[in-house]
């Protein structure tokens, strides 16, 4: 995520309205969704565990009343214990428990329902048992909530204003119990790639989405509208009555811009289409056949696998830094994932710093030097950025000139390459650029700024 200085959203009308009280329309088939096991393996027992290293295929269906702001959500996830060691809770993520004063209905595992809570952004999950390893269960998750009408503080993840709506990490989706409060912009989020996401969308009215998946079906009235994505680590939805597209190929990507009218579309495809060329040659290969480059209500350029933000109001000379620093987080964070709360370095450090290269603008820090290896709720709202980014994108330009560039490129195409899919942690990426020198890297730059890992 990148912060640019935005202009003032006036609030607009609405009409509250109640979404329908009527039971939704069956969740989208699970299909794909095979597994060696059978679903519901539970047995008694209680084992005080939960982990993030769960295979989890999602299916939603997603009703949105543009008039009143509403969604509801009726959302399905089969999940294969993968992790080694018995669970007997899953910890999902949605952003909708912390700032859309969800409603949550009975939460269901394998069709029985539990006592599931909310703590935060996170719906908590009992089992009613011990799920052993490679086990199968079935958690189905309903919810109604609210997006917000502004952009104030963390609000323009999950609102309806200036004729969008932006849907973050609406979907519960498995991930650790994560503290939603922090003292800076830091990404309070950690989440696992999943394989299969399917999800139905269903509008009071036509809407032009874009979302993390690809469309696969529309209804004939327009109303509704079916995706699906593969490898994916979230799935971001954004929609407008109004939204425009331009679109232009880049190797195998078709590279795509949804814009409202009074919004410069061709200088946004150039800044997302330009970026994303000079990041595929040096950091390898994308791997999707779509990248969208998704105009947001507001707020802070944001990232999700697939598909940046770009906020409404962005001024001409922040477009090509901010689409450059959103795009690198296609490969880290999308691609790669790492623990955006614990290791705030991981993604927004490498992707600044490749965002950075690409367009020749490194800068010093306006900051003291300090370290690198906290988390997002260890820095203040004033250092954040310029610790994290600046220093930690300068720290990574340091090793490339001690390696040479050809090197240091080389080994991170290999780190990339190596993690793609997984979630990575600090060192691994660090321990990849000393093992591709003679040099000691850690003794010359690394141990210093990371005393938890050295």
């Known amino acids: 995520m990148a912060r640019v200085p935005r202009r003032p959203a006036a609030l607009l009308a609405v009409v509250l309205a109640v979404l329908t009280a009527a039971a939704p329309s069956p969740a989208v088939p699970l299909a794909r969704a095979a597994s060696p096991v059978g679903a519901g393996q539970i047995v008694p027992g209680s084992v005080g565990r939960s982990s993030l290293e769960l295979d989890a295929v999602y299916r939603a269906n997603l009703k949105l009343s543009w008039a009143s702001r509403a969604i509801w959500v009726d959302s399905t996830a089969v999940i294969t214990n993968t992790s080694g060691a018995e669970i007997d809770r899953v910890e999902l993520n949605t952003i909708a428990a912390r700032l859309g004063n969800i409603r949550l209905r009975p939460v269901t595992v ?55 709506a932006d849907l973050y990490r609406w979907l519960p989706w498995v991930s650790r119990r994560v503290t939603f409060e922090r003292p800076n912009h830091g990404d309070p989020f950690v989440t696992p790639t999943s394989r299969d996401v399917r999800v139905r969308i269903t509008t009071d009215r036509r809407l032009v989405l874009a979302t993390t998946g690809d469309r696969v079906s529309v209804s004939p009235d327009g109303l509704t509208q079916t995706f699906a994505a593969e490898n994916v680590r979230d799935f971001t939805v954004t929609a407008a009555t109004d939204y425009q597209t331009r679109e232009r190929v880049v190797g195998s990507t078709t590279v795509r811009v949804w814009f409202r009218p009074g919004t410069r579309g061709a200088a946004w495809l150039d800044a997302g289409a330009d970026a994303f060329a000079a990041l595929e040659e040096r950091l390898g290969p ?43 987080h296609l490969w880290f964070y999308g691609i790669v994932g790492s623990d955006q709360v614990r290791e705030p370095f991981t993604d927004e450090a490498a992707a600044d710093f490749a965002a950075r290269s690409v367009l020749g603008i490194h800068r010093a820090s306006r900051c003291p030097a300090a370290r690198l290896d906290r988390s997002i709720y260890d820095y203040s709202a004033r250092c954040y950025f310029e610790t994290v980014y600046i220093q930690g994108g300068n720290l990574l330009d340091d090793a490339r000139q001690l390696m040479g560039s050809d090197v240091f490129w080389a080994a991170l195409r290999g780190y990339v390459e190596a993690n793609r899919h997984r979630l990575a942690a600090t060192s691994t990426l660090l321990r990849t650029l000393d093992d591709a020198t003679p040099l000691d890297l850690a003794g010359l730059l690394f141990a210093p700024r990371f005393p938890r890992i050295y």
């Open 110 to 164: 394998d069709g029985v329902a539990v006592r599931a809570s909310i703590s935060g952004q996170t719906i908590l999950v009992p089992l009613g048992g011990v799920l052993p390893v490679d086990g199968v269960t079935r958690i189905r998750v309903r919810f109604s909530a609210r997006l917000r009408s502004d952009l104030e503080g963390s609000d323009w993840l999950f609102t309806r204003t200036n004729g969008i």
């Open 286 to 328: 994308y791997g999707y056949p779509t990248f969208k480059v998704v105009q947001s209500a507001g707020g802070a350029g944001m990232e999700s696998p697939g598909l940046i933000w770009i906020p409404t109001g962005t001024a001409a000379v922040n477009l090509r830094y901010l689409a450059a620093h959103e795009t690198a």
